[in-house]
């Protein structure tokens, strides 16, 4: 059975560590969390996969990591100063705020269906700054809402350090954030939240191509990849296109209260590139820019063949890894009846996720030749470089058992009195239960096969 709700996910991940209220022990702060020992290692692992994805296996697209703080300006042309907001309408009965477009009926209170509601009014979704020595408190600076403007400001310095022709990509994974209205569904709408996006450069001709390209090839890591079913997935057009898109859909997840955005992928056209140039007049831009008095740099991609000097469409993939850890882990949660009115809760992640690799567990408690022989596998495991091995010493190997079926460990290795006579112990698989003994030697080659499946 799945989770139910998502307040299962987030018990589950306050009771093993996974995630936590942010300034808890201050009363918390409205859409900040913290990731705990084991949320740290699933974002790790979701992050390399999907790195390992865009950059490892390919030769198209390159990597950077831009600063979270920026100039000024480059939200003045990206449109973001003036435009990101959302419409914000309050409830004058209740006092409840909400976003307009995510209201289930516009007209009513989501809180207490009052039909008293204000007038709605934009709302700035860029958290402003104020740096520097002669700092007076006026916006001098913005916390980056997304990565994917600092990374088309890199686009000239990226191209020259490494050149490509077109198409080319540039990926990066970082913090973005947003003064969102209303922080909702644990961490997936949060006011600190993590972005995977990469941007691809292509001739104008071929948008459409590399839009479907990617479209497939995102659609496909979610199912291939992270191992959610295709049927908890789904893509939806934007009904609504932003002016400077040609086309944009979203890859949505069936959470418990229905399908949601994980991701986006979108035909930016020359919209960004156009917008950061310097020279704008020198080119044909499609997409409605501002004029740019401010920059010194022009974001033209010049063709060897023809020489033809122009600014690239961008198609654009644009994941939240933090929607991508929720989805996951409910995807993965599974509650078991193992009859006799015993039940357990099971992460099945896909091993190469899990927070854990392998744990492995003497059957008493500081029995000096059980302890060293479990620190002697233990330690054949780590020079795996697979990721975190655990030791437990605590003697209880049914608590020990349950706590790593409710982390996802894919596999547990238990060391016991038969051990010392023969050499050999148990493996004890996550998802079947399935215990089969083997030589210690052997252990190392049989995790591995079981981590990379
Ligand atoms: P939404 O419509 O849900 O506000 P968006 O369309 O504004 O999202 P994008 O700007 O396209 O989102 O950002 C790309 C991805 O970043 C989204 O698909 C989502 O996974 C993630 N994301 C956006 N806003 C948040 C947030 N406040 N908290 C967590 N993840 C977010």
């Known amino acids: ?36 020992p084991y949320g740290v290692e699933l974002m790790r692992n979701i992050r390399d996969a999907w790195w390992n994805a865009m950059i490892y296996s390919r030769n198209d697209i ?3 990591d ?41 007209t009513k209170c989501d809180n207490c269906g009052s039909t008293d509601i204000t007038e709605p009014r934009a709302y700035q979704l860029m958290m402003g700054l104020s740096i520097g020595a002669m700092a007076d408190g006026a916006i001098n600076a913005y916390l ?3 990565t994917a403007t600092t990374t088309y400001v890199n686009f000239k310095n990226v191209l020259d350090a490494r050149p490509h022709k077109l198409p080319f990509g540039i990926a990066q994974i970082g913090k973005a954030f947003r003064n969102e209205i209303s922080p909702r569904g644990f961490v997936f709408r949060m ?6 996006e990469m941007q691809y450069f292509v001739h104008p001709d071929t948008d459409e191509k590399y839009f479907e390209m990617w479209r497939a090839a995102r659609m496909a890591w979610w199912t291939d990849v992270l191992g959610i079913p295709a049927e908890k997935l ?67 991609y010049s063709d060897p063949q023809t020489s033809e000097n122009f600014i690239p469409y961008v198609i654009e993939t644009a994941m939240g ?9 409910h995807n993965a949660y599974t509650e078991e009846d193992l009859g006799d009115g015993k039940s357990r809760l099971v992460l099945k992640l896909r091993p190469k996720l899990a927070p854990v690799k392998a744990a492995v567990i003497p059957l008493a408690r500081n029995v000096p030749e059980l302890l060293d022989t479990a620190m002697n596998i233990e330690n054949d495991l780590r020079r795996l470089a697979i990721g975190r091995i655990e030791l437990e010493n605590s003697g209880n190997i049914g608590k020990n058992y349950r706590r790593h079926d409710e982390i996802g460990t894919p596999v547990c290795i238990t060391v016991d009195h038969q051990t010392l006579e023969d050499g050999t112990v148990t493996l004890r698989l996550r998802d079947t239960m399935e215990q089969r003994r083997v030589n210690i030697a052997d252990v190392p080659a049989a995790v591995l096969e079981i981590i990379n499946g």
């Open 1 to 36: 059975m799945p989770a139910k709700t998502i307040s299962d996910i987030v018990a589950l991940c306050k009771r093993r560590g996974f995630i936590f209220t942010g300034s808890e022990i201050y009363g918390g702060l409205g859409g900040a969390y913290d990731y705990g």
């Open 321 to 329: 890894v933090n929607r991508a850890m929720l989805a996951v882990m």
């Open 234 to 300: 789904r893509f939806t057009p934007h009904d609504k296109l932003a002016h400077y898109a040609k086309a944009a859909c979203d890859i949505e997840y069936e959470f418990p209260d229905g399908f949601d955005e994980v991701e986006g992928v979108h035909n930016r056209q020359d919209f960004d590139l156009g917008s950061h140039t310097k020279a704008q007049n020198e080119f044909k831009i499609n997409a409605h820019v501002i004029e740019n008095k401010d920059s010194t740099v022009k974001l033209s």
């Open 62 to 64: 390159e990597g950077l």
């Open 144 to 146: 980056r809402p997304e």
């Open 191 to 196: 006011r600190e939240f993590e972005q995977a």
């Open 66 to 106: 831009a600063a979270q703080i920026s100039n000024r300006l480059m939200w003045k042309y990206s449109g973001h100063e003036a435009g990101f907001s959302d419409p914000l309408v309050e409830c004058k009965k209740c006092g409840a705020r909400m976003r307009q477009d995510k209201m289930a009926d516009p």
